[in-house]
């Protein structure tokens, strides 16, 4: 009982933690780059220009799913250039839902184009899907180079299942590990403040 109840408590503030991380949040940033295996799909390999990194999205169509609940109203951005004349046409969808279309070619003096498509509406799904569909005169399966792309709302966000289980236990983790090691009411509540701070500021992915 000694271990349960703090272990409990623990768990319940990493949940809480993690879901008032996302509600207060106005932003969240997806950065391509070494460790974005696991949300991307259908990109060429990783390709660094400078300290920036970025993946080409491919014809027909790439993806990108992030634990991240965005239902809109709010606005979604891409970083992306294109490194031909002949320009690529890409139809942007969020949650199955088209946001629009932009054309997208090299020129000009700043090779980066912020690419941003008003949100009104979309399905609350546990993860938010964006697909990038690309169209090209070229014959070269090459869309656009994606650097990051970043939801804004209004609202702030909603929290994916996964991501309250990963803070809860997080930090009842910790939390137990103290205990054992330690034990003591002043390091618990060491562990508490700690932890939440922590993962507040993991909780949505930001600049």
């Known amino acids: 009982m000694r271990l349960v109840l703090p272990v409990a408590l623990s768990f319940l503030a990493g949940v809480f933690a993690v879901w008032a991380g996302h509600r207060v949040a106005s932003s969240a940033v997806v950065d391509i780059g070494p460790t974005d295996a ?27 799913q992030v634990p991240v609940r965005f239902c809109g109203p709010g606005t979604l951005q891409l970083r992306a250039r294109r490194h031909f004349l002949d320009s690529a046409i890409l139809t942007v969808s969020l949650g ?62 909603r929290s994916a299942a996964s991501s309250l289980l990963a803070g809860g236990l997080s930090l009842a983790l910790i939390a137990a590990s103290l205990i054992i090691v330690y034990g003591g009411g002043s390091v618990m509540s060491g562990a508490l403040s700690l932890g939440s701070r922590g993962i507040v500021r993991r909780a949505v992915l930001d600049e």
């Open 38 to 64: 696991h949300y991307v799909s259908g990109f060429r390999d990783i390709e660094r220009d400078g300290p920036s990194y970025f993946r080409w999205s491919t014809v027909p169509s790439s993806s990108i």
């Open 96 to 157: 199955g839902v088209v946001l629009g279309q932009r054309s997208i070619q090299a020129g000009g003096d700043q090779p980066n184009e912020i690419l941003e498509f008003p949100v009104s509406k979309v399905p609350c799904q546990s993860n938010s899907l964006v697909l990038l569909e690309a169209s090209v005169g070229n014959g070269r399966p090459l869309g656009a180079a994606v650097d990051w792309l970043r939801f804004r709302s209004e609202s702030g966000f």
